[in-house]
């Protein structure tokens, strides 16, 4: 393999494939990133993969002599992104009849030597053998998983917990996620559904009606990074089969191991009809609730929500024995009686986050029933919390 | 205790003496910041002490009823950061006769009380007897700092190395700072010399000429940083007894305990003579040295120079057994045989990152003796690094 690059095209594509590289690889192989010269196309594909997220991406370069190798990510991503800017060559080299070879690396002020593996040892990215695509807006993506992701767990026990539900309805993409404390849904409307030519292959919409997956919420933050940075692209196409679902998203291709398992009928869980209904300003209800949330404690994050329909005002407290208490007081508009109920306090900040509108309206029934909580416009999104029992 | 004050001056005055308060406190009121509101001055004081350093400063305030007491530093800061701009209530009461007690803090969302422990309690803060102090330019302590904090010891088993070494001649201040392996020294020119009223202390300026003190390389982090942040003052000043130092700087007053023993004559391990004299660019030779160092390891951080007389080039090479290996060349004028030196490269980019001149200058003789770098230039500085040896 003998190529020229740019440093930058390098680098940057370099650290973008590197977020799949595991940062305690069960085998040396995952630490490496595959590098791929394809003389033809006059292009380099980099590929990383973790058994469970594979990233890949190419750009051009100039390649004269094509080939394949692999190369430790951390140490190779350490010297490019320190490299000045301006052109790059490479050049690989098996040792013997060995597995392992030499990545001579030049530039403009010096050259590195770096040990590669063989390509033959990287475990090959599956593959989806259907030919259909759905093609989903960006906008829709970024959106749904704005308002859901948070609510995942990060408990690898909880398996299909820590994932994103997806499931598609007539013109809908609901987006769903819960730890089992509290649940996010986002309704995302999908409002263009066309199919068109990109790159070599043919996108046929499928029909989002069949479509519904769990994908772990760690490979999800990758494409949400990824979407960021990728500002060109207005859609994300995506195929799926019984294991594997893959996000192609310009130059880059994410193949994400899908969660097996039923996902939770959450559906079930929001409540139609309620009791009393609370509209109040986000950030106001957010910053307080950050304030007081200071003396709260591992063991004890309780916070109490007294709200007054006389006095049309919500009260927070909060109090830990050895710390000290708080209280603020927030204007709501309360329709339904006066009452109280308590939260775990990192639920509520969490939620109220997410939600993006300036008025949020939350609504609540007697009791430790379920408490949902909606922007007021804009997205559709549910968020519901389980409220704490109050101790009296 | 009851005063009015504003919530920015209060957040900023707060932070600035949390510095001082230990993260794993030996006794609990450690964790605790002493808070004494004066009636006649109406000024509020905070002082934090860790039982090496303390830091004290004052503000404004409207203070009704005067009095004084202890409350946990990261607790009390979290919350009043967090608060809204505007004006703060606080007042504070004894629980019975106890040691501890409540502060009410009243902004405009909310109230806190926090618990809180007499003022009783809290360690006292070395007082200095004496009236003499040493006024210095702001300029030559952070130049002075600058150039030598890199170069002490994290090692507290190494007492005064985890130190830096001040010691005044007619009208120098010396600053050094080693860790056994390298030694930076700066001469900083201490240019006026008044003598002035401040505060309300009279500043005798004592004689430069006796002055010698070894100072916690951590306190002098938190004299930088607290120079940092105010901009005001064009001086500091100094007064010094047996045990401790104090840097007074506008409203803020660092007490801080000297590190005992004999510093080491470290004048006697700068060469005077040297075989080779080699100049280049600064900035070039750091960043090759950062990329070359992708590939040492930390069982083996050595870099090897190869200075070329008739190339006028330096050649820097790392080789690492299981990573690989790098070489950069970098132009310089080379006076002397050609030759080549080896060294831990931590030592010398931290030494290049603290030289601050666009051109420096490099002088070693053959063996192992030890190598010096001087700014070419601008500060008097000198980097002394002891080279490694290579094996051949």
Redesign the interface.
């Known amino acids: 393999m003998k190529f020229v690059c740019s440093q930058s095209d390098f680098s940057n594509n370099l650290s973008l494939v590197s977020r799949a590289v595991p940062t305690r690889p069960t085998h040396p192989i995952l630490a490496n990133v595959l590098m791929i010269a394809d003389a033809t196309k006059q292009k380099i594909s980099l590929m990383a993969f973790d058994l469970s997220l594979g990233i890949e991406t190419s750009f051009d370069a100039n390649i004269s002599e094509e080939g394949q190798t692999t190369l430790?990510a951390k140490?190779l991503n350490?010297?490019v992104s320190?490299?000045?800017e301006g052109e790059i060559s490479l050049t690989s080299e098996k040792i013997k009849d060995d597995q392992t070879g030499?990545?001579y690396l030049k530039s403009a002020?010096?050259?590195?030597?770096?040990?590669t593996i063989s390509a033959d040892e990287f475990p090959p990215l599956p593959t989806i053998e259907n030919d259909e695509f759905i093609e989903l807006p960006i906008l829709t993506i970024t959106e749904g998983l704005r308002g859901v992701l948070f609510a995942s767990s990060s408990d690898e026990l909880k398996q299909v917990l820590t994932g994103v539900h997806l499931k598609g309805t007539a013109d809908n993409l609901e987006f769903a996620a819960t730890d089992g404390h509290r649940l996010s849904v986002v309704e995302a409307i999908i409002s263009s559904k066309t199919s068109r030519h990109e790159e070599d292959r043919i996108v046929k919409v499928k029909n989002l009606d069949e479509f519904s997956v769990t994908i772990p919420a760690r490979a999800l933050r990758e494409l949400e990074r990824i979407i960021h940075n990728n500002s060109d692209s207005k859609v994300v196409q995506l195929q799926i089969d019984d294991v594997q679902v893959i996000f192609y998203l310009g130059k880059q291709k994410l193949t994400i191991r899908k969660l097996d398992g039923d996902y939770p009928k959450y559906h079930m869980l929001i409540p139609q009809q309620f009791e009393h209904i609370i509209s109040l300003d986000r950030k106001t209800f957010l910053?307080?609730l950050?304030?007081?949330a200071?003396?709260t404690s591992q063991k004890n994050n309780l916070v109490k929500c007294i709200f007054n329909h006389k006095k049309q005002m919500i009260l927070?407290s909060v109090e830990t024995q050895?710390?000290?208490?708080?209280?603020?007081?927030?204007e709501a508009k309360i329709t339904g009686k006066s009452g109280d109920i308590a939260f775990n306090i990192k639920y509520l900040i969490d939620g109220l986050k997410a939600l993006s509108t300036k008025e949020i309206k939350m609504q609540l029934n007697e009791g430790n029933k379920p408490v949902i909580f909606n922007p007021l416009g804009g997205l559709k999104m549910t968020y519901l919390v389980m409220p704490v029992q109050i101790v009296k």
Do not use: M, T, Y
């Open positions: 430790p140490l350490d010297i320190r490299l000045p030499l990545l002020s010096g050259k590195f030597q770096i040990k910053n307080s950050e304030r007081v200071v003396l927070l050895d710390l000290g208490s708080a209280e603020e007081s927030i």
